[in-house]
């Protein structure tokens, strides 16, 4: 493996094709570039179906991990992760909120086609994940894996709608979108931790509970079955409580049982450096669930992947990026990804295409051996031919479409309309931050792009009335 010194990053971790003086800038090394080496697949390889230990954060920042750029979280076990596998400088998440991501992934289909992906993000019991719908979790267990979800659902309520409802056999978490960390009241201020469809009392911290479940489980004999496991962390999400902090917690709780609705949002507090511990304790804790990976010698045939599910919020580092969570800008969509396959995949390696969220569900199903349903035709394209064979990905188009906001990705350029309804085009490998409209020049394209968009739009199911 080549040497990787963290605090060296890849120029283009910090936005593409950004220039030297650019580099220079933010205190990077000449030589960084040569640190990562670009995407080599490794074809001759070969092995057996892997175990597919799938974690999200939630609402992690593109740039909040050190081995992404930033200057002042330490990350140490995910840019492990990195040096072990393939970073993805230009993945993105399916959509630009929480629940119509998880319906991306879970579907493999863009969040519009389905009824439950419209609300951005689900907020209460009307709609949710159809139990009629093939899942990758139902898809993978038809072709023999053993399936758990443990932690963040947010695909809908009991009693219609769950994940041991929709493929996954076991599940343990939260159903709603958050939770206050301790006492583990949702928005409603109702109790959300539940094992399977049952309550399950424990008031620890959050976050430990988590990665004990997903530690247990990867340890666990599972015979001659591969397994999925997608461990959805509530970390760093608001409120913003780290473990300890008992005292915010419970004033935090009292204003929920006075009935203060938006408590648990938080917008009177946290701060840089308590999103700063939030992170590092994720990170930490995924370093727990990978060392019980590794001590039950399971690690060289697991496919560990990590990502966010969508941009980050007002204490997330995006830099250069524009945006935030909620909005089709950059921030609000590209996220930190990283894949580790020890026997099919060599580490240290970089990758510059872009790919989504439902990319990563048609690419598991067919590493798993798994068939998607022809009656619900997935959105993504399968990126193994590109990992393990080295073909080409061919160009193609992203499509993201929210309340108000609308953009498209095809190569280097970006269609974007924000709620200000003006229609602009961004070259993503020159202008990252989306300053520079390129729309005057470029009328042809842009015209191509929204054509295209506008497409796509006439096959998803229109939103209701606000």
Sequence with gaps: MPSYDQSALSRRAFGGAVGAGAAAAV????AAEARERPFRAAPRRGGRRPNILFILG???GWADLSSYGSPHIKTPHLDRLARQGVRFTDAYSGSATCSPTRFSLYTGRLPGRTEGGLAEPIADKSVGLEPTHPTLASLLRDAGYATALIGKWHCGYLPDYSPTKSGWDEFFGNFGGALEYYSKLGLGGEYDLY?????YKDLRYYTRILTERASEYVRRDHGEKPWLLNLNFTTPHWPWIADGDTEESAEIVRRIKAGEKGA????DGGSVEKYTEMVQDLDRSVGEVLKALKKSGQERDTLVFFASDNGGERFSYNWPLSGNKSSLQEGGIRVPTIVRWPARL???????EPVFTPDWTATLLEIGGARPNPAYALDGTSLAPYLLKGEKLAERELFWRVRGERAL???EWKYYRGKGGKDQLFNL???QREQADRAPGEPKLLAELKAAWEKTDKGLLPYPAA
């Design 58 to 60: 939630d609402d992690l």
């Design 195 to 199: 094992e399977g469809d049952a309550e």
């Design 346 to 352: 060599d580490g240290g390696q970089v990758s510059h």
């Design 429 to 431: 490998a020159a202008d």
């Design 409 to 411: 990705r095809r190569g």
């Design 27 to 30: 205190g990077l090394p000449a």
């Design 264 to 267: 648990l949002w938080h917008q």
